[in-house]
C-alpha cells in the first residue's frame, strides 16, 4: 500500500478496493501470519493435490487478505499457473514439481507489473490464510495452454499497465488475473491477436461486479495508485479467480475444481 497520510475511514476504503496481485500477497498486512514450516507443508500439499490428479497445468488462487477486506464476491486476492516442470534445487538435485507462472505488482512502483515464475512455497509466502482454489482444465486445454505458455505469445499478452479493478474487456490496465483470462482464451482460440482475445473476452466472459459505492471506489482510486477508473465504464468490472472458474467451467474445460485447505 502506498505510505501517505489518511484517516481510518479512508484507510478502510482504500483496503477494502484493494485486490492485489503483488509478491507480497499481504501488503496490507505486513506481519507474517504463518511460519515457514507452515507454508511449506502447505505448499507441498497443494502441489502433491494437483500432481496426482496428473496435471500438467492448474489455475491456482491464493487468499492474500481477510475475508472482511475484500469487495462481496471476491474469495481469492491472486491468481497464477503451476505448470509442471524439472526442478534443479540449490543442492544440485533434479526434482519434478511445478513451477508458478505469475503477473506481480512491481514493489517499487505498484502501477506497473511484471512476469514472474517463482514456486509454490513463495507463492504462498504471505498469505492471509492457507486455502489454495485449483481449477485443472481438461487434458486438451492443458495442452493447449502449455504451447501458450512456452511461446512469445505469454510475454505478449502482458500488459505492464497495472490496476487492481483492471477491465477485462479491454487494453488500458491489467492485473493477474486478466492477463489469466487472456492467456486461457489465446489458447482456446488459439491466436496471439489481442483484439480477437478481448472480444471474446467481452461476448462470452462474466467478470464480477465490484460492489463498491461510487464515493468510497472513487476515493480508492485517488488514494492508491494501483487502482484506475479509466477503463472503466458505468459498474466497475473485472475478472477474478471464481469467475475464471466459472467461465471454464461454463464451456465443458474443467476436468476438476476443488479447494485445498492445511
Sequence with gaps: MINRPRN?????????????CSANSSQANPEPQFDTAEITSFAKKVEKEIAKRGAKVAIVGRVGRPASELPKGFRYTHTGFGVYSIITTQDGNVVPGYTMYNLYQKNDKLNESSLVQDFPIDFFTGVFELKAGVVIPTPEMQQRLLEVIASDTYKKLHNASYSAVANPFNTRYQNCTEHTLDVINAAIYQTDDIAVIKANNKKYFEPQTVNVGPFKMFLGAMMNEDISLSDQGGKVKTATYTTI??????????????????
Design 8 to 20: 481510518l475511514l479512508l484507510t478502510f476504503f482504500v483496503i477494502f478496493l484493494s485486490v492485489t
Design 245 to 262: 472458474a466459472n467461465y471454464l467451467e461454463k464451456y465443458g474445460l474443467v476436468q476438476e475444481k476443488f479447494v485445498v485447505n492445511p
